[in-house]
């Protein structure tokens, strides 16, 4: 659907040499105000079966999830259930790892718990972790995420993994319930996000896109990674999504649907510290020419898919860019290019 707007024609134009020069598959969705002004697909979702994208194509999202999860403990905090500041052994006292009365929640959210992250530590261990088994959750972490500090907790900001799969398994203890069954019904039943959930490696699902790799010398010539077990990533990367419901969830979201004003407030606050980073998103003013803004993003990547969310939080302008061949790297040039464009910068 591509309403042309002058500033949607020139959307257009990058979209369009996005796809001729550099073989962009994938979903670009624009909206202002919460209205879609341009939404296209192109390329193949299964180049086996030769399936073309469309409203129906589920996207895998991978770390796109930490921001569910994000909202999920901004929601237990405005109800008092949850206090950002207390260490993770408040609601997870079985927990083993040396952070568990030093690291808190608010650290856990923004990546600076000071855990060793053995699960990414080495490709041997990313694989034991991700690629091999299918691990019980309780397993999981006390293999993997129950290590000893190697930072003071709060003072270095290290990108991971387990710090959301330690929040996702502190949502269980809260709620005493599974994971997936709160998401569905804190978020996705609420809002009619009827096309995203939590994926298993085992299931058998229509219309869920493949990933694939482009050979770095020849962006046309495109293979297949070895797939993960992608429950192992669990709160942190496992749930698939549309551009559409995305859209639902930024607005429910940046519009206090779900969450109050003063609780996206907090949300939004990012610690220039730890490099920008908020709680579930990351913050920061940006500027295209002559126009300022204040960015909220997120990005996820993983075995050939890539999504990146982006909220201009003083305009309300939401894209959204979902990729089965792009790595995060181009979506993150591409999302430049668009809003540049949009803007006639």
């Known amino acids: 659907m591509n309403i042309i ?29 919460g209205k879609t002004e341009l939404l296209t ?6 180049r086996h079966y030769n399936i073309k994208f469309s409203d129906k194509t589920k996207f895998h999202i991978f770390s796109l999830t930490k921001t569910f999860t994000a909202v999920l403990i901004m929601q237990l905090y405005e109800r008092g259930k949850i206090n950002l500041d207390a260490p993770i052994a408040t609601y997870y006292p079985e927990y083993k790892g040396e952070a568990a009365k030093k690291a808190t929640i608010r650290n856990l959210l923004t990546y600076s718990s000071g855990r060793e992250n053995k699960d990414i530590s080495s490709p041997e261990l990313i694989h034991q972790a991700y690629d091999n088994t299918i691990w019980d959750l309780d397993d999981f972490i006390n293999t993997f995420l129950s290590e ?8 270095k900001f290290s990108y991971n993994n387990g710090d959301y799969i330690l929040l996702g398994k502190i ?7 599974p994971f997936e069954q709160v998401l569905k019904e804190e978020i996705l039943v609420p809002l009619k996000m009827y096309n ?12 869920i896109d493949d990933g694939y790799v482009a050979d770095d010398s020849d ?22 999504s549309t551009p559409k419901d995305l859209l639902i969830f930024d607005q429910a979201v940046f519009n206090h649907t779900i969450i109050k004003k003063s609780t996206l407030d907090t949300m939004l606050t990012s610690n220039k510290e730890l490099g920008d980073v908020a709680l579930g998103l990351w913050v920061y003013p940006k500027k295209f020419g002559t126009v300022n803004t204040l ?16 909220h201009l939080v003083d305009k309300n302008i939401s894209l959204i860019i979902l990729s089965n061949t792009k790595d995060i790297k181009y979506l993150n040039k591409m999302r430049e290019r668009l809003i540049s464009a949009y ?3």
């Open 196 to 207: 995203t959930g939590f994926l298993h490696h085992n299931d058998i699902m229509q219309n």
């Open 295 to 310: 960015f909220a993003e997120r990005q996820g990547e993983g075995y050939g898919h890539s999504a990146n969310w982006v």
């Open 171 to 177: 949502i269980e203890k809260i709620y005493k319930k």
């Open 5 to 33: 707007y002058p500033q949607i024609q020139n959307v257009n134009k990058v979209i369009d040499t996005s796809i001729k020069k550099d073989n962009f598959n994938g979903a670009i969705l624009l909206a202002k105000n």
């Open 41 to 46: 697909y192109t390329g193949l979702a299964d």
């Open 148 to 155: 000893k500090l190697v930072d003071q907790p709060g003072t």
């Open 219 to 240: 962006s046309f010539a495109l293979h297949t990674p070895t797939n993960t077990y992608i429950d192992n990533l669990y709160s942190a990367g496992a749930m698939y």
């Open 343 to 345: 803007y006639g910068q």
